[in-house]
């Protein structure tokens, strides 16, 4: 580049000595040498011009050189939530949309990736044009790759995007992160990005049984679980308060107000385009008020005639039979993978002597079981009985962890997932007693992630700061951590929201309290380390991508 210098006119000497300066200024930057220097002219005097013996030489003209290469700092990891694992720097403007980017697809992807794609480029505002070959400045996406489930890879670099990974939902959460980087900052950072949840199982449940939730405040929650890479949501739909999902089977037990079957289907197949299962859950034998407010006959009645609410008598073959019909009723309606068989708090084990409270439930324990079998093994029979209904749909089934027990003639089926919330029940057990027998286990640590409209029953409403400090899915129970060996056997955890006290908030009140709490569960499912940005900086960010 060649460079003028200016300032006042100082005469032909100074002017030929600053064309030398310039000449060799030019050729210093990348030219072999520098010519030889002009000597200004001699002999000049104040009253006449200046004379010289001889002509001096014509001055070269300096040989112009490229400009620069525009340099770029080492680029930083993309600013999202939950943040990315791994981020290869590099030096480059790194990405953003413009007047001529699109979004495509591989030809071989687009059956399978149409859905990704469509959805970003509506959210980027820009077109979405198929298996078009992608060019500068075009967001791509791709199935690829050997890495884990949900992994995928984020490459910036030619002034392009592309995404890959070895399934849908990999490419998907790529989309996720690609999304969030351009709210966050405007931009995605140069260079490659290659993530992976540490949990596999990260989800959000409602108890839409005891307070009903409509179908667009559920599917509201879906989209914002989908930006924070969750990909299960549990609905807890009977229990005593309501049974909120119309039935063929049993309509009399079905609330007043509840969800249609089309408005669960319109919820699942959301749910399924962002690589969300839906978990539904119908509890028993406790939680079951719904279902005895029609059928009376159902109630477990003690040995001095005291009832107590949502217990059905499981020595009653017609309290099996209405479970069942529902069970095998809703597996077509939710077609995912996972089912939720409840099993907590069933009241007759919650008193001192089973045995003498309930003698009927005693009688048809020993008559099922023999002279061992206890109220207990009843209870755990039920809950086996009631896995056989589920198991050939081919889904993963789970019971809360109060609904295990030891010392029993029966033990629970061992393919059933604990879902462990509490230690405060009659004869507590140490998430460590069901790990150490092979267990698999989901963490709904009500310490921490238990949002309980009303806090009653000593409960407060978690808050995010707290579970993105403190908690990590190692920490089941209370505020101390399992040993890391058991790491492989937490399949991930679930923030709750119960309704005990449901007028306490409104189901706008109710997305608002859980959003900050949810997005740092969101975070430590995703990866446990301990994060890089402070709670400020988290919260901060969460209001620019969220």
């Known amino acids: 580049m060649r460079y003028s210098i200016r300032g006042p006119r100082r005469g032909p000497a100074v002017m030929a000595a600053a064309v030398a300066l310039v000449t060799v200024a030019a050729c210093s930057n990348g030219s072999p040498s520098a010519p030889p220097a002009v000597s200004a002219p001699t002999g000049s005097s104040p009253s006449g011009p200046a004379t010289s013996t001889a002509a001096p030489p014509p001055s070269p003209t300096p040989t112009p050189t490229p400009s620069p290469t525009k340099t770029y700092p080492l680029s930083t990891a993309p600013q999202v939530i939950p943040a990315v694992r791994n981020h290869t720097a590099a030096r480059g403007p790194g990405w953003k949309p413009g007047p001529d980017t699109g979004v495509v697809v591989a030809a071989k992807d687009e059956r399978a990736l149409a859905d990704e794609a469509r959805l970003v480029a509506g959210e980027l505002g820009v077109p979405y044009r198929g298996t078009a070959a992608a060019r500068p400045g075009d967001v791509s996406l791709a199935l690829g790759g050997q890495g884990a489930p949900e992994s995928y890879r984020l490459a910036v670099q030619g002034g392009g995007v592309r995404i890959t990974g070895p399934d849908q939902a990999g490419v998907f959460y790529g989309t996720r992160t690609l999304k969030q980087s351009v709210r966050s900052t405007g931009a995605v950072p140069e260079g490659v990005v290659t993530d992976a949840p540490a949990k596999p199982q990260r989800g959000l449940m409602v108890d839409i049984a005891r307070k009903h939730f409509t179908a667009g405040w559920i599917e509201a929650r879906l989209r914002e679980m989908a930006d924070l890479k969750l990909n299960q949501l549990g609905l807890h739909f009977s229990d005593d308060q309501g049974f909120r999902i119309a039935s063929d089977s049993h309509p009399e037990v079905v609330s007043a107000q509840h969800l249609t079957k089309a408005e669960v289907r319109r919820i699942v197949a959301l749910a399924a385009s962002l690589h969300i299962t839906v978990v539904p859950e119908i509890d028993s034998p406790g939680h079951l008020g719904a279902v005895i407010a029609a059928h009376p006959d159902l109630q477990l009645v003690s040995a001095t005639g005291r009832t107590l609410r949502g217990a059905v008598d499981i020595s009653k073959p017609a309290a099996a039979k209405i479970v069942d019909e529902l069970l095998r009723e809703y597996a077509g309606l939710f077609p995912g993978g996972h089912w939720h068989l409840g099993a907590d708090e069933y009241v007759a084990l919650m008193s001192a002597n089973p045995e003498a409270t309930y003698p009927q439930l005693a009688r048809a324990a020993t008559a099922k079981y023999g002279a061992s079998g206890r109220v207990q093994d009843l209870a ?13 749909t081919g889904k993963e089934l789970r019971a ?35 790990l150490s027998a092979g267990r698999k286990l989901i963490n709904y640590n009500d310490e921490y992630l238990y949002y309980v409209l009303g806090q009653p029953n000593q409960f407060t409403y978690p808050t995010g700061r707290r579970i993105y ?13 399992v040993p890391a060996r058991y790491d492989p056997q937490i399949l991930g955890g679930v923030f709750a929201v119960w309704c005990d006290l449901a007028g306490a908030q409104t189901q706008a009140q109710v997305a608002e309290g859980i959003r900050m709490p949810l997005t740092a569960t969101a975070q430590k499912l995703w990866d446990a380390r301990k994060p890089v940005l402070g709670w400020a900086e988290f919260r901060a960010l969460a209001g620019r991508v969220r």
Do not use: H
């Not at 029966?410 to 604990?418: A, M």
């Open 380 to 392: 755990t029979g039920w809950l086996n009985d009631r896995a056989a209904v589920v198991r050939p």
């Open 400 to 434: 809360w962890n109060d609904g295990f027990f030891t010392g029993g003639v029966v033990s629970p089926d061992r393919d059933i997932q604990v879902a462990y919330w509490t230690g405060k029940e009659i004869g507590a057990r140490t998430p460590t007693s069901y």
């Open 469 to 481: 400090q403190e908690w990590t899915p190692l920490v089941v129970r209370g505020t101390s951590p």
